[in-house]
């Protein structure tokens, strides 16, 4: 069935460095995705979001990528920081704001 | 500006009882959500509701029922719990249901034992 998924379970970067999660979708009608970070203990947090006529959108500190050739979503965080420890979601809105998540990665931030 | 909220936090119940979740939010959102978190998984849809009055059920219902009487509230019943509801629920709402993003609770542990 069609599903939003990532490839990496964890992702370990040094303080200072550029993290960049990746996340695949499988449904090509798809024209909206959203990025959210959960911090242990809480509920998942809005960072930015792309809609499907874009390729390339930023906030602060991070950038999405839309590939739609090969149906392919990245998020990149520059200068990470140990307050960006977190798991990191892909999502895509399903209608109706319905969203399906992957999995996941866990990105753990070293000194 | 309290948003969106859940009660209780953490909550266990035996094995075939019933179990209320609630979720408030002070927006006035149209749309609401159930999601389950369960470890090392991410979010997966149980209930939505596009107003008050209207629900319908998302990827994983069975087990569970939900009404939306006011356009605030949006409770999650449980109606005879199973172990395997064990998880993590989160409510979520959304001014519009179209490309706009969702806002989360803080979450509801839920342990069945």
């Known amino acids: 069935g069609e599903s939003v998924g990532l490839h990496l379970p964890t992702l370990s970067v040094q303080e200072g460095d550029n993290s960049i999660i990746n996340c695949a979708y499988s449904?090509?009608?798809?024209?909206?995705f959203i990025w959210y970070k959960q911090e242990s203990g809480k509920g998942p947090q809005f960072i930015i979001d792309?809609?499907?006529?874009?390729d390339k959108r930023q906030g602060q500190r991070v950038t999405v990528l839309l590939n739609k050739t090969v149906k392919h979503l990245s998020l990149q965080i520059a200068a990470t920081q140990p307050g960006d420890s977190a798991v990191y979601f892909c999502?895509?809105?399903?209608?109706?704001?319905?969203?399906?998540f992957g999995a996941g990665t866990q990105v753990v931030v070293t000194p | 500006d309290a948003g969106i909220t859940q009660s209780p936090r953490y909550k266990i119940t035996e094995t075939g009882r019933q179990v209320t979740l609630m979720c408030h939010q002070t927006?006035?959102?149209?749309?609401m959500f159930w999601y389950r978190q369960d470890l090392g998984h991410g979010l997966r849809l149980i209930y939505y509701s596009a107003a008050a009055d209207i629900t319908d059920k998302g990827e994983v219902p069975d087990g569970y029922v939900v009404s939306r009487s006011k356009t605030e509230n949006f409770p999650l019943t449980l109606e005879s719990a199973t172990r395997s509801q064990t998880s993590v629920y989160f409510c979520?709402?959304?001014?519009?249901?179209?490309?706009?993003?969702?806002?989360f609770g803080q979450g509801t542990r839920l342990t069945v034992v």
């Open positions: 927006w006035s959102h149209s749309y």
């Open positions: 999502a895509e809105n399903k209608g109706w704001g319905k969203l399906q």
């Open positions: 979520a709402s959304n001014p519009d249901g179209v490309n706009t993003e969702a806002f």
């Open positions: 449904n090509s009608a798809s024209d909206y």
């Open positions: 792309i809609r499907s006529n874009m």
